[in-house]
């Protein structure tokens, strides 16, 4: 049947960026299409009551300490997790921040450089662990980024983060080009403005309520908006897609500034 082909039986998945917001969300999506799921993270305390909500509904999970800015914590989150659920066939690449709202001529080096650690060389380095894993194996896999709509269009005060999805975009194509060969499928979610810890503040002050009214569906979108698309790209129903970047943006990018 074709809704089995969105299934996750039998695959294990790892999730970034796990202990709250989108990534607490989408391991609940991929647990419930039947994936074994890892979560990892800083916050150990909250993937451990993640996992045991997971279990509670029937599903399997597994807290993992990493920090994507770190290769020898990726290193060792992957050592563990092999031991804990064997081989990885799905990652999200989840792990992210903001910076603050600044121009570029105000940003400082450190924030600069937080942003892109965790945005752009966290997704580097934990794909390429976990795609040299795949490569041993020769199981395939897919590996799903979270970009941005910012990365696709800019706005005021992000540059920081606008630049570090933007090379988030391109890190996607580039590793897919190059993986294509082993079976894995590298593809990448672009969501628009959606709630979040991250932007609660800025989507309820005035400018951001002006904003809202420019976006073409006159709201922002529900984590439950990502959850199809999360599906797809996860699971064989994407299996001859690859480099390829979706937004999720309420028609944002077709909009007008």
Avoid: C
Wanted: hydrophobic residues 45%; proline residues 2%; without cysteine.
């Amino acid at each position: 049947m074709t809704a089995d082909l969105f299934r996750l039986d039998g695959k294990t998945a790892l999730v970034t960026g796990a202990s709250s917001g989108f990534g607490h969300h989408f391991a609940l999506v991929l647990a419930r299409a039947g994936a074994a799921v890892l979560l990892g993270a800083r916050r150990t305390d909250r993937l451990e009551a993640l996992a045991a909500e997971i279990r509670t509904q029937g599903g399997h999970a597994h807290a993992l300490t990493l920090d994507v800015t770190q290769a020898d914590s990726v290193e060792a989150a992957l050592a563990a997790a092999g031991s804990l659920a064997g081989p990885i066939d799905i990652l999200i690449n989840n792990s992210g921040v903001s910076g603050p709202a600044a121009f570029a001529a105000d940003l400082e080096e450190q924030d600069w450089d937080r942003v892109m650690d965790t945005n752009l060389k966290g997704t580097w380095l934990v794909s390429r662990a976990v795609a040299r894993r795949m490569i041993a194996a020769g199981q395939g896999g897919s590996i799903v980024n979270i970009a941005s709509m910012l990365g696709l269009r800019v706005a005021h005060a992000v540059s920081a983060y606008a630049v570090s999805k933007a090379g988030v975009t391109q890190l996607t194509k580039a590793m897919a080009l190059e993986l294509a060969r082993h079976r894995i499928r590298v593809n990448a979610l672009a969501p628009g403005y959606f709630e979040t810890d991250l932007n609660r503040e800025y989507l309820n002050s005035p400018a951001g309520q002006a904003m809202i009214k420019r976006i073409p569906q006159r709201r922002t979108g529900q984590v439950e908006d990502l959850d199809g698309v999360l599906l797809l790209l996860a699971s064989d129903a994407s299996r001859y897609m690859t480099g390829t970047v979706i937004p999720i943006d309420g028609g944002h990018l077709i909009g007008s500034l």
